[in-house]
C-alpha cells in the first residue's frame, strides 16, 4: 500500500520550509512606503521593522533624502549624522538596525516619499536593467560589511561640514550605496567603494583646507 503524498501546506509536512522573501526592486519598495494618505508621516522604525536584508539600505535611503533640500548647511546637518549611523552600525556588524525611541518616532512625510519616488522613476526604471543581486560576500561578510560602514561614517561627517555646494553630490554618492544595498549588488557596491574613497580623500583635503581657512580668519578677527 502506498502512502499518499504529504500536503506542501500540511503542519509539519516535510516540503514545507521557510522561504526567503523574495527580492523586492527599490522601485517597488518605493512605490509601496508612497501609497497611502501624503500627509501621513513615515516613521523611521515602520519603515525599517518589515525589512531584512534590505533594512540598512532604507534607512540609509531616508537618512539621504534631506540632502536634496535647497537648504544649505541645514541639509547636511540634518543628513550627516543619520548616514553616520547607519555607518556606525553596520561596523560592529549588527545585522538589523538599531534606533533610539525618539529617533525611531520620526520620519518624512509620505508626500516627500512621492515626489522623490516620482522624480527618481525615470532614472530606476534604467537603473533595474542593470542592477541584480550579485556578489553576496560584498554584502555580507563581516569585514565587507564593517569597510561599508566606515566608509558611510566618513563621508557622513564630510555631508555634515560646511563644504559649499555639496550636499547634492554626496547626495547622489549615497544613493549608489542605497541602491547597492537595496538591490543586494556587490559589483554596483564596489563602485560604490572606489567613489566613496575618492571623496574621501578629496574632499577630507578640502575640508582640512577650510577648517584651516576658518581658524586663521578668526585668528583676524581676535587677535591675541
Known amino acids: 500500500m502506498t502512502k499518499p503524498a504529504p500536503d506542501p501546506g500540511a503542519p509539519g ?23 497611502g494618505n501624503p500627509e501621513d508621516l513615515l516613521r523611521f522604525g515602520d519603515l525599517v521593522s518589515d525589512l531584512r536584508q534590505t533594512a540598512f539600505g532604507m534607512l540609509l535611503f531616508v537618512a539621504v533624502l534631506p540632502a536634496f533640500l535647497p537648504l544649505p548647511g541645514v541639509a547636511g546637518a540634518i543628513s550627516g549624522p543619520l548616514v553616520m549611523l547607519v555607518g556606525a552600525q553596520l561596523m560592529v556588524g549588527l545585522r538589523k538596525p538599531w534606533l533610539p ?7 518624512p512625510q509620505r508626500k ?16 533595474e536593467r542593470m542592477v541584480r543581486p ?17 566608509l558611510l561614517v566618513l563621508l557622513g561627517l564630510l555631508l555634515a561640514l560646511p563644504i559649499p555646494f555639496t550636499n547634492y553630490v554626496f547626495g547622489a554618492l549615497m544613493l549608489l550605496f542605497v541602491f547597492a544595498l537595496l538591490e543586494r549588488d556587490g559589483a554596483l557596491m564596489l563602485v560604490a567603494w572606489a567613489c566613496g574613497a575618492i571623496f574621501v580623500v578629496v574632499f577630507g583635503f578640502i575640508s582640512e583646507n577650510l577648517v584651516q581657512m576658518l581658524a586663521e580668519l578668526v585668528n583676524g578677527w581676535f587677535p591675541r
Open 13 to 35: 509536512s516535510p516540503d514545507k520550509h521557510e522561504q526567503p522573501a523574495p527580492h523586492a526592486s527599490t522601485r517597488a519598495v518605493l512605490d509601496e512606503f508612497a501609497q
Open 112 to 127: 516627500s516619499m512621492q515626489r522623490f519616488r516620482n522624480l527618481m522613476a525615470p532614472w530606476l526604471r534604467r537603473l
Open 134 to 150: 550579485r556578489l553576496p560576500q560584498i554584502l555580507e561578510h563581516p569585514l565587507a560589511s564593517a569597510f561599508t560602514g566606515l
Open 101 to 107: 525611541r525618539f529617533l525611531a518616532q520620526r520620519g
